[in-house]
């Protein structure tokens, strides 16, 4: 059973570009949530998807975009990148089924933006 | 709004002496709480988690942490620190269904000294 993935490791993008995020989910689950973990803070929820369809979003703004396949893997997509957009993004995979499951994290892409 | 507090940013403790880290946290309703710690380049590992019942709970790696409602904390605490505890340590508290949507403090990091 492999963990969760993410891809790229490191990115380099500058201010007003685009950049897409992935993410594979642990096998079996049906739940990707992405967190956006600035330098020196704790991670900030961004959204969570469940089943293909956004189950809940944080307080960012709709340039951050995400999607998720049938085959439960992510993307995160942000659009018009700003110098605050460099961090630590996180997705977390879960199988959620009318109870508390634990969420598995990946190890973060880190992106960088000029 | 949920919050969590993280007084500590760092904390040093000699190889074998006892550790505690402190949490506070801002929720309306019964909390999920869980602690997480981050090793560099490595993702989000669960410790522990807190939902109901005995206020006294064990993690991995000889963790336990103890929710006081009437103080609103969840510290962590181990009797005895590994030189491979350092790392950074998050408490978070779980919101939405189940808890699966998670709202971190922003860290405390842990320094063992030979």
């Known amino acids: 059973e492999t963990g969760v993935t993410q891809s790229p490791t490191h990115l380099i993008k500058t201010r007003g570009q685009q950049v897409t995020l992935r993410c594979s989910s642990q096998?079996?689950?049906?739940?990707v949530s992405w967190y956006q973990q600035a330098l020196g803070q704790g991670p900030q929820f961004i959204f969570q998807?469940?089943?293909?369809?956004?189950?809940g979003r944080g307080n960012f703004p709709p340039r951050f975009s995400g999607l998720q396949f049938p085959n439960y893997s992510s993307e995160l997509n942000v659009n018009a990148l700003e110098l605050d957009d460099s961090a630590l993004y996180l997705c977390?995979?879960?199988?959620?089924?009318?109870?508390?499951?634990?969420?598995?994290f990946g190890p973060g892409t880190r992106l960088t933006v000029l | 709004a949920q919050s969590v507090t993280q007084p500590d940013i760092h904390i040093t403790v000699s190889e074998g002496a006892s550790l505690e880290l402190r949490c506070n946290y801002s929720y309306g309703a019964t909390p999920y709480l869980f602690w997480y710690v981050q090793s560099p380049g490595q993702g989000l590992q669960l410790l522990l988690k807190y939902f109901s019942g005995d206020t006294l709970v064990q993690g991995i790696k000889g963790f336990e942490a103890e929710f006081k409602r009437s103080q609103s904390s969840f510290n962590l605490r181990k009797p005895s620190v590994h030189w491979s505890d350092a790392a950074e340590y998050f408490c978070a508290v779980g919101v939405g269904e189940y808890g699966n949507k998670l709202v971190f403090g922003a860290g405390t990091i842990l320094r063992v000294k030979s």
């Open positions: 998807y469940y089943r293909e369809e956004e189950n």
């Open positions: 977390a995979s879960s199988f959620i089924a009318g109870a508390y499951n634990e969420q598995f």
């Open positions: 096998s079996g689950h049906n739940t």
